[in-house]
């Protein structure tokens, strides 16, 4: 089962950067952003240009694998103090999907069930022993015309 692993955070650094924040600041900020007073631009766009532009631009190819190992996106990752881990094969490949692991459990299950039956069928007290001397005549019957087909003469 997947897990999802968080952070791990120290409280006292958090407390210190939180102390670091100049909080007069983020209060101009705050104003700056409601004079040019955002919502009522975004009230005021043209949804349907947008649309059009959208579907004129053609979405680049992004090879974000290639992006990963870039040397830039390790000195950022560096800086924030999370190093990029090693690749190994086990992260490398990747589970099949839920729906391919019932469906192959289903086979299973019912494979088994079936190889059950006719074991049950050929061993059943009182029966069993006639079945299984009928089987071994026709089985020796079917070699004995393979045999024939594969050397004439």
Do not use: C
């Amino acid at each position: 089962m997947a897990q999802l692993k968080l952070p791990r955070v120290d409280p006292d650094a958090f407390r210190d950067l939180l102390r670091d924040v100049d909080l007069s600041r983020l209060g101009d900020l705050g104003d700056e952003l409601r004079r040019v007073d955002l919502a009522e631009g975004i009230r005021h766009l043209d949804v349907d240009g947008l649309r059009r532009l959208a579907d004129s631009i053609d979405r680049p190819d992004v090879d974000f694998g290639e992006l990963r190992d870039s040397p830039v996106v390790r000195r950022i990752l560096r800086a924030l103090g999370r190093e990029p881990r090693k690749r190994n094969l086990w992260s490398s490949l990747s589970a099949p999907p839920f729906g391919t692991a019932v469906i192959a459990g289903g086979v299973i299950v019912i494979a088994g069930a079936a190889l059950g039956g006719v074991l049950a069928w050929l061993y059943q007290p009182g029966h069993g022993e006639r079945r299984r001397t009928v089987l071994r005549r026709r089985l020796r019957h079917l070699e004995h015309r393979v045999r024939r087909l594969i050397s004439p003469g």
